[in-house]
């Protein structure tokens, strides 16, 4: 086949971190194959991530993430047949994504597909006193999709990332993002919104917060009402605007969660709290420094890959969040802006 006439969907639904992964790696690729046309298919608020490059392109899905109505998501399938691909990577295998590359391949498009490892997911999840071994990243499963596709094996993943940018400014300006998508991967707000008082107490601070959503908008505007030199950026404004945002952060204080990966994408030094999942999973920060890295070594973590395992201790339920100190993270902080 011409590589002119190559075309590759590239399929992730969801969810944003996992997106935000992706990201580099696809325009890596993209810029290193510029006879092939790329088209990331994903969620329309996710485009800015993918921008920049000319020979890579953005398709919106027209259903929402977590519908699982297969007519609908079948029928934005064959909505993706006038875009005329020629092959399917699946980097996201989930039914949603099936049913899309099953249709495509009925009509004759080819498809490669993540595998996922979960066995070997679940072995970290059962330390128990053992030596924890890091798993192949997020982002070397995505590489591999492509490379079964037959492009070359750029090595992407595996080789170091481009230097965290640091910024000048009269001022520091800190990034906090204090929210996780489950009670295992978040520290208590309590105790971010302690950090948040303690660093508006210097006017040579800038405070930026970071959430999505109703109930995580109104706690932060909270916040932002209660402590000098913090801003509220929930709500307010566009990805693509928030990225420039974050880009413009001495450094980002996140949990596990979506927000480290953004950072990352942008190359800003993230400070990242780990709870019940570790950063051993896979799901680590592009880049990142893991001296940045807040943690506990206990005997029970890590307990979740993903974080959505409720804590099955009962004499002392997240010990691995609540043992961590305002203290260390703002030690960490003033580590990080100086050193």
């Given amino acids: 086949m011409d590589v002119k006439q190559r075309h590759i969907l590239i399929i992730r639904i969801s969810a944003l971190g996992d997106i935000a992964i992706a990201a580099p790696l696809v325009k890596e690729y993209a810029c290193k ?40 998501v079948a029928g934005f399938a064959r909505s993706l047949l006038r875009l005329r691909p020629t092959e399917v990577a699946d980097i996201h295998n989930v039914p949603r994504s099936r049913i899309i590359r099953y249709y495509l391949w009925l009509h004759g498009i080819p498809y490669r597909k993540i595998c996922k490892n979960r066995k070997h ?47 000048q400014s009269p001022f520091r300006r800190i990034g906090i993002a204090p929210f996780a998508k489950h009670p295992g991967k978040q520290w208590p707000l309590e105790y971010m919104e302690e950090v948040v008082a303690r660093l508006g107490e210097d006017p040579d601070n800038k405070i930026v917060l970071f959430g999505g959503g109703k109930e995580q908008t109104e706690i932060l505007r909270n916040w932002e009402s209660k402590y000098p030199h913090t801003e509220s950026a929930a709500g307010k404004y566009t990805l693509k605007e928030e990225l420039e945002f974050i880009k413009g952060l001495n450094v980002m204080i996140s949990m596990d969660s979506a927000n480290m990966h953004f950072a990352s994408v942008v190359r800003t030094p993230v400070i990242s709290i780990w709870g019940s999942t570790h950063p051993y999973g896979g799901f680590y920060g592009w880049g990142q420094d893991p001296a940045n890295i807040i943690q506990l070594d206990l ?39 100086h050193g």
């Fill in 121 to 167: 997911k679940k072995e970290l999840t059962r330390r128990r006193n053992k030596v924890l071994v890091p798993l192949k990243t997020s982002q070397r499963s995505y590489e591999e999709v492509l490379v079964a596709l037959g492009l070359e094996d750029l090595q992407f993943a595996c080789r170091p990332a481009e230097p965290l940018r640091k910024v």
């Fill in 33 to 72: 194959n510029p006879g092939i046309r790329f088209t990331v298919v994903s969620q329309k608020m996710v485009e800015p991530l993918f921008d920049g490059v000319e020979n890579l392109h953005f398709e919106p899905i027209s259903f929402k993430p977590g519908k699982m109505d297969a007519f609908t």
């Fill in 299 to 337: 005997p029970c973590r890590p307990c979740s890959v993903f974080g959505n395992r409720k804590c099955f201790r009962s004499d002392r339920p997240y010990e691995c969040m609540r043992d961590i100190t305002p203290r260390q993270v703002l030690d960490k902080i003033t580590e990080v802006i």
